[in-house]
């Protein structure tokens, strides 16, 4: 091949591979999934920007309260960049959330990404707690479930956690939070109730959190499982002689993930906004307890950076949740309504 063979080769070959990067089912997959994250995240900034703006009143004047004198209030709306035109502000926050700057706490008078930074840590712990106990519970308890219950064997038993799964599923968490503290702290003095004092202070405000995640996902295992358990490739197992133990663990719970993830992803989400209520239950020391004080106190640039930071956490787990899906199960981005026909 001569030099100049090689020169007039090139061209075609980069858009012959352009061309097959581009169709390439994973990486539209990434671009779908990349492109709504930032719509999303856009449309998140947007609505916490507007929270403050929409919120009927003065928020400069319901958080410095009725005594404030008129030239107090207005200068602490220079000082908080209020009097500026709206679309000034809105650039300017979306600029200083590029540089961490979420404004200033109107009650604390500290920069709010401060304020968060601190809180956060026992937020996440909490809420990470919560989840994994939820999980480490619901797919041992959904296997042994499926197993036991497959083909309507132990009737009693299907009918038994059926109901017991319907009533603690609903139960609000915070509600069983405050049963917890009134058996296990002011009744039988067992546990601590309030603050984030050791390890034995995070065992109520977790059960709280897990045990409504944990009942559901231990149904979506029993019910992903036993419909698995039925498919063909498992006959075939067992026509190879293969152990119960391997049958299940190896071929069958693998590919009953996919629902459970799916399920997980959303339950996670979810656990994420509980925390509010139940660290308000056992005094916790994190944004949830933050931003109620914040919201009685009408202090609204710290209520607009928590909201944000809540949106943020929900937006990546389903985006987390969405790789795991397109890894575990390829499938899933050749079924994507972007592939559809």
């Known amino acids: 091949?001569?030099?100049?063979?090689?020169?007039?080769?090139?061209?075609?070959?980069?858009?012959?591979?352009?061309?097959?990067?581009?169709?390439?089912?994973?990486?539209?997959?990434?671009?779908?999934?990349?492109?709504?994250?930032?719509?999303?995240?856009?449309?998140?900034?947007?609505?916490?920007?507007?929270?403050?703006?929409?919120?009927?009143?003065?928020?400069v004047r319901g958080a410095l309260g009725p005594m404030a004198t008129p030239d107090l209030i207005e200068r602490t709306r220079h000082q908080f960049g209020f009097d500026l035109p709206l679309w000034e502000q809105y650039f300017r926050f979306i600029g200083g959330i590029f540089t961490g700057d979420l404004g200033t706490s109107l009650q604390l008078r500290m920069p709010v990404a401060d304020v968060i930074g601190t809180r956060l840590p026992d937020t996440l712990v909490l809420g990470a707690a919560g989840f994994i106990v939820a999980v480490v519970v619901a797919i041992p308890l959904g296997v042994v479930l499926a197993v036991a219950t497959r083909r309507g064997r132990r009737r009693w038993l299907e009918l038994g956690f059926t109901s017991t799964s319907v009533v603690l599923g609903t139960i609000p968490d915070f509600l069983l939070g405050v049963a917890f503290v009134w058996l296990f702290g002011v009744t039988l003095h067992w546990l601590p109730v309030a603050g984030a004092n050791g390890p034995e202070s995070y065992i109520l405000p977790v059960l709280a959190l897990a045990i409504g995640p944990a009942v559901i996902l231990t149904r979506i295992v029993r019910i992903e499982l036993l419909a698995t358990l039925e498919s063909d490739f498992i006959r075939t197992a067992r026509a190879k002689r293969l152990t119960p133990r391997r049958i299940v663990f190896r071929h069958a719970l693998p590919n009953a993930v996919t629902a459970t993830l799916t399920v997980g992803g959303l339950l996670l989400g979810s656990l994420i906004a509980s925390t509010v209520l139940v660290e308000n239950v056992f005094a916790w020391p994190g944004i949830g307890q933050t931003v109620t004080g914040s919201i009685i106190g009408k202090d609204y640039q710290l209520v607009q950076g928590i909201v944000l930071v809540y949106g943020v956490a929900a937006l990546l787990v389903n985006t987390i949740v969405d790789i795991s899906l397109a890894v575990l199960d390829p499938r899933s981005t050749i079924l994507d309504e972007g592939d559809q026909r």
């Not at 080769?9 to 539209?28: H, I, K, Y």
């Open 1 to 59: 091949m001569t030099t100049t063979d090689t020169v007039v080769a090139t061209p075609a070959a980069l858009r012959s591979a352009s061309r097959a990067f581009g169709q390439n089912r994973r990486v539209r997959f990434a671009l779908r999934r990349g492109g709504r994250l930032l719509v999303s995240l856009w449309v998140l900034v947007t609505a916490a920007f507007l929270m403050i703006h929409l919120v009927p009143g003065d928020p």
